[in-house]
């Protein structure tokens, strides 16, 4: 199993800050990395697939990058509504994992 | 625009079993790899079992080989969960997964919540 770890646990930025996210394969994953963010009581969003492709209707503040094992979620000029987790997933290998989870706080 | 919904959910003992639905529309539900990601309140997410479009494929997570079953009806666009033997870690809200692209976790509903517990 591909073990997914994401750091750091809490990021806290100001408004406008730019947000760095990262996300470690424990094997290479290839770019078959998928990012997600989730509100409180809400189900996940695709927010970033392939690494670095955005999903359809998801704010260009948003962007990714990587490939192999490591991997970046950029939010450029994060707003209030962008205070939430975030979990990568990999999809390269079965069983699909999950990282545990950043939680982004805007101060 | 893809609309999932899932049902199914509720408490029940351990070692008993339930049945999770997920009514799709929207879409073309037959064309699309389907998924179940699971997740423990207060805890992340996981994926639970993937099923190809016409049920000729499937796979889980080692968690629940043996004891889930994923299962489609494209006739009727809803995806099924069939879960035995639950154990008090199989708690978590259930969500249903449409895979547009085969491999993304696309589209998700709003989730079922499974309890077990005595």
């Known amino acids: 199993e591909i073990v997914m770890t994401q750091s750091p646990a809490t990021l806290s930025v100001s408004p406008g800050e730019r947000a760095t996210l990262s996300c470690r394969a424990s094997?290479?994953?290839?770019?078959?990395l998928a990012w997600y963010q989730q509100k409180p009581g809400q189900a996940p969003r695709l927010l970033i697939y392939g690494a670095s492709t955005r999903a359809t209707g998801i704010p260009a503040r948003f962007s990714g990058s990587g490939s192999g094992t490591e991997f970046t979620l950029t939010i450029s000029s994060p707003q209030s509504e962008d205070s939430t987790v975030y979990y990568c997933?990999?999809?390269?290998?079965?069983?699909?994992?999950f990282g545990q989870g950043t939680k982004v706080e805007i101060k | 625009e893809a609309q999932l919904v899932e049902s199914g959910g509720g408490l029940v003992q351990p070692g008993g079993s339930l049945r999770l639905s997920c009514a799709a529309s929207?879409?073309?539900?037959?064309?699309?790899?389907m998924s179940w990601v699971r997740q423990a309140p207060g805890k992340g997410l996981e994926w639970v079992a993937n099923i190809k479009e016409d049920g000729s494929e499937k796979y889980y997570v080692e968690s629940v080989k043996g004891r889930f079953t994923i299962s489609r009806d494209n006739a009727q666009n809803s995806l099924y969960l069939q879960m035995n033997s639950l154990r008090v870690e199989d708690t978590a809200v259930y969500y249903c997964?449409?895979?547009?692209?085969?491999?993304?976790?696309?589209?998700w509903g709003q989730g079922t919540l499974v309890t077990v517990s005595s």
């Open positions: 929207g879409f073309t539900f037959s064309r699309y790899w």
């Open positions: 094997q290479s994953v290839s770019t078959k």
């Open positions: 997964v449409s895979l547009p692209y085969y491999d993304i976790l696309t589209d």
């Open positions: 997933q990999q999809y390269s290998t079965w069983p699909w994992t």
